[in-house]
């Protein structure tokens, strides 16, 4: 299993659009398509105007497959310029748990794309 962690520096002053797109129209494209959404964060204390979410995946071979599909769905395509404008730098990293790591036992499927929002239900899609 990995961990797609997406930090992106919102430009001041559109945080709150950039949260509406994402929580009224992204997520309803992305999370079909991506599968398991682990959280999605914004900063309190430190960096500020700052989002970060998770992403986590079976494989990256599964990330790559679920990424090359949002990317021709034609919602997405037709969304995204929207929410670029938005952002004023992205970084992406992939995280690799611990043998330790709680989310070991958190094993996203690949075949399915069904999606709970129940954090009782992580690792169940």
């Not at 997520?27 to 960096?47: K, S």
């Not at 998770?54 to 769905?73: C, T």
């Not at 995280?95 to 690792?123: I, R, Y």
Request: aromatic share 8%.
């Amino acid at each position: 299993m990995i961990v797609e962690e997406r930090i992106y520096r919102i430009r001041n002053g559109c945080m709150s659009l950039y949260l509406n797109l994402v929580r009224t129209e992204g997520l309803a494209i992305q999370q079909p398509i991506l599968g398991h959404l682990v959280g999605y964060f914004t900063t309190e204390i430190g960096v500020l105007s700052q989002v970060t979410h998770l992403w986590a995946y079976p494989s990256l071979d599964e990330r790559a497959r679920r990424r090359a599909r949002l990317a021709q769905d034609k919602r997405w395509q037709a969304f995204i310029p929207r929410l670029s404008e938005l952002i004023e730098t992205a970084e992406n990293r992939i995280l690799v748990p611990t043998d330790f790591s709680p989310l070991t036992a958190f094993t996203p499927q690949a075949a399915t794309d069904h999606h709970s929002t129940d954090p009782k239900e992580v690792g169940d899609d």
